[in-house]
């Protein structure tokens, strides 16, 4: 997996990125399954898992919104790639 390559552009800046990459880089590093599962569970609520599914707005949305759905699906799809799901 290349996550810099295929996850990267989901994020509108460098600090979001940054922040999504060092989830990443906790659960490449943890010492047991039970510290992985509790960092991958600590990853998905940081960034809008949603459990897996994707998120969506009502026709009556406002931009506002429109706009924070947009960045939660982005993270959570980043998620999905690096997750496998």
């Known amino acids: 997996m290349n996550v810099a390559k295929n996850c990267k552009q989901y994020f509108e800046t460098e600090e979001e990125w940054e922040l999504f990459l060092k989830g990443f880089t906790s659960c490449v590093f943890a010492k047991t399954i039970e510290e992985y599962d509790d960092v991958v569970e600590e990853w ?4 809008h898992w949603n459990n897996g599914v994707p998120h969506t707005t009502s026709i009556d949305s406002s931009v506002v919104e ?6 939660k699906e982005a993270a959570r799809q980043a998620l999905a790639y690096c997750l496998g799901s």
């Open 44 to 47: 998905k609520a940081d960034f």
């Open 66 to 71: 429109i706009q924070v759905c947009v960045e």
